[in-house]
């Protein structure tokens, strides 16, 4: 049995991860108009709804606050990290380790991969590790699988998200975290490429109510198991009802329209 099977960040077979690692992916910006929300508390807060399965924090946010919601919250532990003040070749070095997020209380490990980029080899090599690891303490694994590099024209093709999905079964993840890719076919098609594995849409920037509940609802349709989302939740006024009406679509098959 893979640890994902009987694992607290699924729930009737879905997931709904909180990503809350802007902070250092995109930095502070990302929380104008919602500066309340730097304090992590608030997200914290807010992955206690029941439709969050689990929340996606780096370590500092894990060592500062996970202590306080340890009991109303799982922890998906995200190990690797950059800036966008970066502006290299796109490469996330890994900044904790699995041991320490286990120590840490973590239901899951996260891990962002960018294949194509130059390091991929690195990156790759910089994985194995910590799948290994997080099979030794009985932790799913999620990749967040983001193409990118010289070669990656369109980082959103069919091809290159149904790549990217596969990948996350071939390096041994067990949900894999991509970006949709435009049409449903294609989503359908990742899907399919992913095979055993469960494949996450990304949120993504934030849209309307109507048009993100339509995406999630037509990933969903075509086998999606969940989704990994941040700013098209805590960047809204009220995540909270965002929150119940996801719980309705992700979990219960619900319509756009019903929830709406
Ligand atoms: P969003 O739902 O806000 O898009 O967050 C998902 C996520 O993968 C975050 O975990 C990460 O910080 C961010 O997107 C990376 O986005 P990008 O690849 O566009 O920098």
């Known amino acids: 049995m893979r640890p994902v099977d009987d694992s607290p960040i699924v729930r009737d077979d879905k997931t709904l991860v909180l990503a809350h690692d802007h902070g250092l992916e995109h930095g502070p910006k990302q929380f104008s108009g919602v500066e ?3 304090d992590p508390r608030e997200v914290f807060e807010m992955a206690t709804h029941d439709a969050v399965t689990a929340l996606a924090v780096g370590k500092g ?3 500062t606050y996970y202590p306080s919601y340890e009991d109303d919250v799982n922890l998906l532990a995200k190990l690797n990290g950059s800036s966008d003040l970066w502006m290299g070749d796109p490469y996330s070095p890994q900044n904790w380790s699995v041991d320490y997020a286990a120590e840490l209380g973590a239901d899951a490990i996260g891990y962002t991969i960018y294949p194509g980029i130059n390091r991929e080899p690195d990156s790759f090599e910089d994985f ?5 690891a997080a099979r030794d303490h009985d932790l799913p694994v999620a990749m967040w699988s983001y193409p990118r590099g010289q070669a ?3 980082h959103r093709t ?3 998200i149904a790549y990217a999905a596969r990948l996350g079964l071939e390096l041994g993840a067990d949900f894999t975290k991509v970006k949709y890719p435009r049409s449903k076919e294609a989503m359908a098609h990742a899907v399919d490429a992913a095979a055993d594995n469960r494949v996450l849409l990304s949120g993504g920037s934030k849209t309307s109510d109507r048009d993100f509940l339509e995406l999630v609802a037509d990933c969903m349709d075509v086998g ?3 989704l990994a989302v941040g700013r098209n939740v805590w960047q809204r006024e009220d995540p909270y009802d965002i929150l119940d009406k996801l719980d309705s679509v ?7 329209d019903d929830v709406l």
């Open 36 to 38: 309340e929300r730097l």
């Open 61 to 63: 946010l894990a060592e």
């Open 128 to 132: 194995r590790p910590v799948q290994e």
């Open 152 to 154: 990656v024209k369109d």
């Open 158 to 160: 069919r091809d290159i």
């Open 224 to 226: 999606v198991s969940g």
């Open 250 to 256: 992700v979990f219960d098959g619900a319509a756009a």
